[in-house]
């Protein structure tokens, strides 16, 4: 979707080192969520924001923390990577013209830890 | 706690062989339910979106019908550009939930020509 997108597109990292993932849309939308996508899991929440500087946990919250400083961006960090955080990673947005409750996502983050 | 199932797993048709794939839902009161489509190494995209029951949407060969329990998303003389994971997540209509989504597991859909 051109209106969202995600980086780094893939990363490998190994076990304790931090990480930062950005997505970063250009529409000017409120809601923004993280989702963690994994085989057999189906998509699960991890955070989400309704604003600048708002943020609350989703489903699997525990070992991310997220940040909201300007409205086109919402960081989704992991603190020290453990294996079990292998995953790809998707954001979207909420709001779009033309819709309410729809999200759309971006592209996704591939991310491994060794 | 809201659960969305998805069936089945994986589902295999020859190019026009009609089919549908089933989604149940246990929610506490339905805001809306909405059907995504996810081909491999991409995003999920968006598909309809349902609200009340007896309601349904169509788009090309699916056409996607809501009841109180489930919904089913018919595909109909289904093409091999048709294949993709096809998910299925549902809205809570209470107070404070921010719009969020709980996702089934999706139903792997291959059409072979």
């Known amino acids: 979707d051109a209106g969202i997108t995600q980086s780094p597109r893939h990363k490998v990292t190994e076990t304790g080192t931090p990480v930062t993932l950005r997505c970063h849309q250009t529409?000017?939308?409120?809601?923004m969520y993280w989702y963690r996508q994994d085989p057999g899991h189906g998509l699960r929440l991890i955070h989400y924001?309704?604003?600048?500087?708002?943020?609350d946990k989703g489903e699997v919250s525990d070992g991310y923390s997220v940040s909201r400083s300007k409205t086109e961006d919402f960081l989704l960090t992991l603190e020290s990577a453990t294996s079990s955080q292998t995953s790809v990673y998707f954001c979207?947005?909420?709001?779009?013209?033309?819709?309410?409750?729809?999200?759309?996502f971006g592209p996704g983050t591939r991310l491994t830890v060794l | 706690e809201d659960q969305v199932t998805q069936s089945p797993e994986a589902l295999r048709l020859q190019e026009g062989e009609s089919s549908s794939l089933n989604c149940s839902y246990t929610?506490?009161?339905?805001?809306?339910l909405f059907w995504y489509r996810q081909d491999p190494g991409k995003g999920p995209e968006f598909l309809f979106t349902?609200?009340?029951a007896g309601e349904e949407k169509e788009k090309e060969r699916l056409k996607a019908t809501l009841t109180k329990k489930e919904s089913f998303l018919h595909i109909t003389a289904p093409k091999p550009e048709d294949s993709a994971t096809y998910l299925c997540?549902?809205?809570?209509?209470?107070?404070?939930?921010?719009?969020?989504?709980?996702f089934g597991k999706g139903t792997l859909l291959t059409v072979n020509p």
């Open positions: 979207a947005i909420r709001g779009r013209k033309g819709s309410y409750n729809e999200q759309f």
């Open positions: 529409e000017n939308h409120r809601y």
């Open positions: 924001s309704y604003g600048v500087k708002d943020t």
């Open positions: 929610v506490s009161g339905l805001r809306g």
């Open positions: 349902l609200y009340s």
């Open positions: 997540a549902v809205q809570a209509d209470v107070g404070g939930s921010n719009y969020k989504l709980t």
